[in-house]
């Protein structure tokens, strides 16, 4: 399993950012994927999830209303567009993939596939 997260940047408070995460090695359309953040001397978090067929997601209080999840199945692709951007949102923002969906899209765990992250920093 192969993920590969693209799209992170230095944007001003109020700004937008739409990441991108490119798959390869599995069976894509099988999974459901995931966006996790972990800002400095914090613990990992969750963020959003689609599930396979991308009929269902989750999104963390923290972003509901800002950020939104979507996949490509065909182009092997999951999304975040991230409006409205805090401070707060600055960490480095990893996609994850997971063959069970968790009640509601709400993962308090982590999922067991990861990629190399990117850097997202919010700030004037």
């Known amino acids: 399993v192969q993920l590969q997260a693209s799209g992170g940047g230095l944007v001003q408070p109020g700004g937008s950012l739409r990441l991108s995460c490119a798959a390869s090695?599995?069976?894509?359309?099988?999974?459901?994927l995931g966006w996790f953040r972990q800002a400095p001397g914090k613990e990992r978090e969750f963020v959003a999830s689609?599930?396979?067929?991308?009929?269902?997601?989750g999104v963390a209080d923290s972003v509901k209303g800002r950020f939104t999840i979507s996949r490509d199945n065909t182009k092997k692709q999951v999304f975040l567009q991230m409006n409205s951007l805090k401070p707060e949102d600055t960490a480095v923002y990893y996609c994850a993939a997971d063959d069970t969906w968790v009640a509601g899209g709400i993962y308090s765990r982590t999922m067991p596939h990861w990629g190399k992250g990117t850097q997202v920093t919010v700030s004037s």
């Open positions: 689609i599930k396979s067929g991308g009929l269902s997601r």
């Open positions: 090695g599995f069976h894509f359309s099988n999974y459901h």
